[in-house]
């Protein structure tokens, strides 16, 4: 079973850029599509973006494309969301997320079996 931590998360101003990354541990990190969500306050959480095992399949939220990019490194059991031109709307807590499948099955949050405990992003304007 695999245990997920994230990191990177903080204040940047709106225009900015952040870097978020996940390790995996307890399982290799080439056994699980992967992929990162958002929550913001009183809202659900929603789907950001998604790869499958080698990276070679990604999938992202319409309100991201172009600004995002999701990536792996399964060498280090990493994921990581690089974020630019990042807008006040993009403030959330970013939780990581894996499935025990080697494609992405669903981009929704039952699609996903393993939880990070979050990272706070908070985009000032």
């Known amino acids: 079973q695999v245990q997920l931590l994230e990191s990177g998360g903080g204040l940047v101003q709106a225009g900015g850029s952040l870097r978020l990354s996940c390790e995996a541990s307890?399982?290799?990190?080439?056994?699980?599509?992967m992929g990162w969500f958002r929550q913001a306050p009183g809202k659900e959480r929603d789907f950001v973006a998604a790869?499958?095992?080698?990276?070679?399949?990604?999938y992202y939220a319409d309100s991201v494309k172009g600004r995002f990019t999701i990536s792996r490194d399964n060498d280090k059991n990493m994921m990581y969301l690089q974020m630019n031109s990042l807008k006040p709307e993009d403030t959330a807590v970013y939780y990581c997320a894996a499935v025990n499948t080697v494609v992405v099955v669903s981009t929704t949050t039952s699609g996903f079996d393993f939880w990070g405990q979050g990272t706070q992003v908070t985009v000032s304007s």
């Open positions: 307890g399982s290799p990190s080439s056994h699980y599509a």
């Open positions: 790869l499958n095992w080698n990276g070679a399949r990604t």
